[in-house]
């Protein structure tokens, strides 16, 4: 029996093929779709990426660099909001814009638009209340000491540290406690803390220039001495009742000579010290006898003795540094009306009788403009190094302003005062490049701090 098959030839309708394509449709549409979004969401998160690396970017540029170098356009290319170089306006406030940068990609939308500001805050928020400052108004544009001219290859340079509320400890503070450490265990001081001995010890601060040669040349050398006494027996045992701390803050020998052979000069001492107010509340004169020296100390009075022994033709500055008030870091303690400090200066006279070096100073040299402002305008005595007509002469006061002509610090001269602020809040903005920033969002905004 022959078996035979029959084969089915007949293809797919066309009923069935639609119904495939729609199926296909529906399943490959929201594929497609989840791809170009997908491509896109990429393409956005990329560049965001990009915009907050830039941001970062901008943001460690300027924590790092100062302003003055910032605004320089031969240092930096940003520009203000007008187009010209960047100028702070009258709160204070600098705008630095730079257009068109690449961030590593060639395309367009990989360009990018940049805005920083930085902001001091120094203004008073409620005008009908004084009182309500913003959080930067009573620490910037305080007078401050211009310091950006001293280098230490040729400038002695002596800080003194203040107490502050960040500070709780200046450099007195452990003088105090030594002499507390040390009292008659008997007698007046027997029940006196740290506090008494800020009222009733006196102080004097030396600062020498000498040279000394060295075998190879001629060293200079620039001393710094505090002297503290209390010589008062029923207060303190004899063996405690001077103490005497030296610092060197200068020493050309360990320098490299120059191509003339020699150290490099001494240009320019510095002495900042922090003011005693607290010793004018019951002023006492004390004898007292330091290293042979006798002499009368008194502990109303700020005591700071310059000798140019080496006759060197240098800038002398004389700082009084302010200090806080206890346990703060803002506010300013008042200087008492009667504060006077004792300036004496030993030194040679030129050829047209002023002092070999130049002084300058922040302290008072007159009388005050406004009783308490300033203190007392200080006493200035000159005793020169080398007169033979008049070997022990002490320049009245009058005559020594004369002699040594003090200039002010800011007057002229390589150091001056100045009101400058010195922090502000920090906000950096990115945009697409070409957007309109006064409509449009950044893509990326940042904020931070920046300390000048």
């Known amino acids: 029996m ?13 009923i069935e093929v639609l119904l495939a394509v729609f199926v296909l449709a529906i399943v490959i549409v929201p594929l497609f779709h989840s791809f170009v979004s997908s491509h896109r969401i990429n393409g956005k998160s990329k560049q965001y990426m990009r915009a907050t690396t830039l941001a970062q970017d901008e943001m460690e540029i300027f ?42 990609s060639g395309s367009n939308v990989s360009k990018f638009d940049v805005e920083v500001t930085l902001d001091p805050h120094r203004r008073v928020l409620d005008p009908t209340n004084p009182d309500i400052k913003d959080r930067y108004y009573d620490t910037n544009t305080k007078e401050l000491f211009y310091m950006n001219t001293i280098a230490s290859s040729d400038s002695a340079v002596h800080v003194q540290s203040i107490r502050s509320a960040s ?59 505090y002297e503290y006494v209390l010589c008062q027996a029923d207060v303190m045992p ?42 004018y509340t019951s002023p006492k004169s004390i004898d007292c006898t330091v290293d042979g020296e006798a002499n009368t100390y008194k502990t109303d009075e700020e005591w700071i003795v310059i000798d140019n022994e080496a006759e060197l033709p240098i800038d002398v500055y004389i700082v009084r540094q302010d200090i806080f008030k206890d346990g703060s870091n803002t506010e300013i303690e008042p200087v008492p009306v009667n504060y006077q400090p004792k300036i004496e200066i030993h030194d040679g006279i030129d050829g047209d009788g002023h002092t070999i070096g130049h002084y300058f100073t922040n302290l008072n040299i007159d009388q005050p403009v406004v009783s308490g402002e300033n203190g007392l305008g200080a006493q200035i005595d000159f005793s020169p190094l080398k007169d033979n007509a008049n070997t022990s002469k002490v320049y009245s006061s009058t005559e020594a302003k004369s002699t040594i002509d003090p200039k002010p610090l ?20 990115v945009y697409n490049h070409g957007a309109d920033r006064t409509v449009v969002n950044p893509l990326v905004t940042m904020t931070g701090s920046k300390l000048e």
Do not use: C, H
């Open 167 to 225: 500070n709780l400890k200046g450099y007195d503070d452990t003088i105090y406690e030594y002499f507390a450490a040390n009292k008659s265990p008997t007698g007046g001081a027997s029940s006196w803390g740290t506090d008494e001995f800020n009222k009733n010890l006196a102080r004097r601060i030396k600062v020498k220039i000498y040279q000394e040669n060295n075998g190879l040349n001629i060293a200079t050398i620039v001393k710094v001495t």
């Open 2 to 14: 022959k078996s035979t098959k029959t084969l089915d030839n007949k293809g797919f309708t066309l």
């Open 410 to 429: 800011n007057g002229a001269g390589s150091a001056q005062a100045q009101e400058k602020d010195r922090i502000y809040t920090m906000t950096v903005k």
């Open 63 to 104: 924590e790092r660099e100062k302003i003055a170098d910032l605004i320089d356009p031969d240092k930096f290319d940003y520009l203000g909001e007008d187009g010209n170089p960047v100028q702070p306006d009258s709160d204070g406030v600098y705008t630095f814009i730079r257009e068109n940068i690449d961030n590593n």
């Open 238 to 279: 004899s063996t405690y009742q001077s103490y005497t701390e030296e610092s060197i803050i200068f020493n050309n020998s360990a320098q490299s000579v120059g191509e003339d052979g020699k150290l490099p000069e001494l240009k320019s001492v510095y002495l900042f010290y922090a003011p005693r107010y607290k010793g």
